[in-house]
Structures are given as C-alpha cells and as structure tokens.
C-alpha cells in the first residue's frame, strides 16, 4: 500500500508534469498572436464578425456567447467549487505546482536556518514524531539557487501558456528572446523570487484568488472534510513538541477551531506526524480526518457550542 505522503507526491508531479505539457501540446492556452483562446487542440473562437457579416440575429450572437463562453467557464467554477465545499482545498494540497515548489522551499531552508519560513522562529533539530533536520548555512546556496530557479520556471511557463510554446523554448535554449519576452520573464522571474523568499506562505493564504474561494466554499459546509482533534485526549499532547504544527506546510496549528485553520490544503502532514508521535505510545493518533457529522465538531466551536459527534469519529481504523 502506497503512503499518504508518497501518494501525494506522485499526484503532485503527475500535475505539474500535466501543468508543463499542456501548453506544448494545446490542451489549454491563450495564444496572444492569435487573439483567441486554444482548448484540446481546437482554437476557441466566438466568430462573432463572421456571424454579422453573415446576418446573424442579437438571439444567436446571444446564444454564441453564452455557449462558447459563458456556460463553459461558469460550469467549471461550479464544479470547482463543488468539490472545495465538500473537501476543501484539495487543489491547492494535491495538485497546485506553486504550493509543491512552496514545501520544497521549506525543507530547504530549515536546513540552511533550522526554520521552514523568514518570520518563525528556529525549530527543534530533533522532534518527537522522529523528524530530524541539522542545520547548515552552506544549504542556503542551494536553496536561494533553487528559489531562482523554480522562478525562472514559472516565468518561462507563464509566457508559454501566451505565446507558442514552441517559439519560446526555442529561444530558450539558444538564449535569443525578444525584448518583450525578456521584459516578461526578467520582471516575473524577480516578483517570484521575491515572493518564494519572503510570502509564498502569505501569497497561498491571502493573495490566491483559487486557494480563497475553496476556503471560503469550505467554510459553508459544516461537514466538509477536516482535520479533527481527539479533545477527550487532548493531555497526551503534554509531554509533545508541537511536531503536528511544525510539520504543516501552511504553518497552521491543526487542533485549532476551523475558522483558524481556514487556509487548510488538506495534506495532511500533521495527521501523519501525530500518528508517528503516537505509534512510540502504542496509541491511535489524535489528529483524524473527519468528515459529515464526525466534522460537525470543528465547525460548531467556532460559534462556542459543542457538538455531539458520533462516539465512532475517533475509533482506531
């Protein structure tokens, strides 16, 4: 049986490789010289000057619009945000290529400061979910070249989803860009080196527009899908360092009400890291996924009431 973690780096990579090809093969682009937008390997046109000149009514250029334009991208919003009311951020968990880069960044400067963010302080070298990081100031030559680096990437990704991609590895790889080209990857590249350095985890929380709306459809649905506490348990956690909070991408504290975890990607790190704490006790972890009434909990205490879940939400499975 594959593990969660791995698991979700296979769906990880799987996406981005998705997010890189799709592009070079006209899955999904915008091309900029074209004027119009391509989608599997069809260029998406509303053809509405043809549609004049060809004595078209204001109901079938209406109906033009609405069917190739409208209905399209109001029907994947909706199903998007289906699927964030139900299990929350899972996008953004187990398929977003920037928060796969953001995790990266993280373990790569704890190891060069012994901290996964700029603004947190030093965490243990040694945790009791058996996690263990020396830290070494050589390891910041590597992570500042891999902030460049994955910047670089998505500058270069950004301009093949406008232009042909084509023409813009081939410059690429021979160094040749337009002036244009080079303004757009030279200011786009320095926006996200600046932003993987010092906010990736601010930009993921307050400033992605995809990442807001799964939260703010999450937090509609009282029984969505959450990481649940075991409170009746909760003087096990004495003797622990945190390890379930230091292991969050986000730098969320898991066993907080849900209002306070509303930035939650649904990785599920820190269940994974208080089961480790646990299995040294030969005790069931106290973190659990929950979901329908077993989630009522998390959602209830945000309003100061406590909910009477069912008594099998913690059973050991």
Partial sequence: MIKRTNKRLIYQLGFFALFVLTPVFDI???DLNQGHFIV?????KLNLQQLISQGAGTGELATRIFTHAILPLVASIVVFLLIAWR?????????????TVVEYINTFMRKASGKPSLWEPKLPDKQSDGTQVKTNPWWWIVTFFLIVLFALCWAVLALSYLLPPKEIYSNLIHLDFTRNQFIFISAVTTAFTIEFTFARHLFCRYACAVGVFQSL???????????GFDSQRAKEC???????????PMRLKPRNIKRKIFTCTQCFECIDSCARVQKTKHKPALLKILID???????????GKKADIPSHCFDED
Avoid: I, Q
């Fill in 87 to 99: 299990w929350g951020r899972l996008y953004c968990g187990w398929l977003c290529p920037h928060f």
């Fill in 238 to 248: 004495k003797d622990c360092d945190k390890s379930c909070e230091h292991a969050c």
């Fill in 28 to 30: 999904f682009r915008l």
């Fill in 293 to 303: 009434d077993c989630a009522l909990d998390k959602s209830e205490r945000d309003f």
């Fill in 217 to 227: 459809a999450w937090m509609g649905n009282k029984k969505a899908m959450v990481v």
């Fill in 40 to 44: 599997v390997f069809t260029d998406l």
